[in-house]
């Protein structure tokens, strides 16, 4: 294990013990947006990921969903998600996580996905597979989409927009097993990689949603395109993650989607 992953691993297991003692004593909600949410919580996570970092790094680069961003001339940028899933934080939901990825000139080298409520560490380094628990983790075996469970979320702005992920849904809908949609981007990735979901879609994510996850997958054995099959872009948001057997069918019904979109002029 790299010095990288194991203050990773520490810092995401830090602040797991931070918060679900907050969600024991108490915290505070406040609203970034209409359904978009943030809690002192989120905050303190993200100071503690931070200082764990900087005290072994101090001069590598820091990006955190909470706003803290140090941008130093530095080749290696940790990207940190301190609370995925907040709105299931605030109402006491038990699916949320911590997500720290580290990215060697753009390129994911380490990362952890923690969900503290089932004590579940998800690790990855570039070229030396993904485990849980110390446990190495594969993708599923599933051959067909129709016998698939997938993942999705939907993004902040599902109110206002028209490319809500709501078209694609149903037709992932009466294409797939089944669908769920846990409310938290880097499990359903960590949860792709050790096969308990067969595939993910979604866009509109940002770097910290996906940094560690899409690392996870990879090193499990799965596949991590954008939506029409080419290489992903940590920037860009757009995300398809799968056990490679189902892909080229997932790539199909958005290619489908995207087809009616132009249709009718969207």
Request: charged share 25%.
């Amino acid at each position: 294990m790299s010095e990288f992953l194991d203050i990773a691993m520490r810092a995401a297991r830090a602040a797991g013990s931070l918060l679900l003692e907050k969600q024991r004593v108490g915290f505070s909600v406040e609203k970034k947006g209409d359904v978009d949410l943030v809690t002192n919580a989120d905050r303190e996570s993200e100071a503690l990921i931070r200082k764990i970092i900087f005290e072994k790094f101090p001069d590598h680069s820091f990006q955190a969903e909470e706003g803290t961003v140090s941008t130093q001339k530095s080749p290696y940028l940790w990207i940190v998600d301190p609370l995925d899933g907040t709105t299931n934080f605030a109402h006491s939901f038990p699916v949320w996580c911590v997500s720290i990825g580290l990215l060697q000139n753009g390129i994911s080298i380490a990362g952890c996905v923690y969900n503290p409520n089932l004590d579940e560490l998800f690790t990855a380094e570039w070229g030396e597979g993904a485990f849980l628990n110390g446990k190495k983790i594969a993708v599923s075996k599933a051959t067909k989409l129709s016998e698939a469970l997938l993942a999705t979320g939907f993004p902040y702005d599902i109110r206002d927009s028209n490319k809500n992920n709501l078209t694609e849904f149903s037709a992932f809908a009466i294409s797939a097993q089944a669908i769920r949609r846990a409310g938290s981007a880097a499990l359903d990735l960590a949860y792709v990689a050790c096969g308990r979901f067969d595939g993910y879609w979604e866009f509109k994510l940002r770097p910290w949603d996906i940094a560690a996850g899409v690392l996870l997958v990879a090193e499990a054995g799965g596949k991590i395109t954008d939506w029409s099959g080419e290489k992903y872009d940590i920037d860009t948001g757009e995300v398809l993650s799968s056990n490679v057997l189902i892909h080229d069918e997932m790539l199909d019904v958005l290619k489908k989607v995207r087809g009616r979109y132009l249709t009718v002029g969207e």
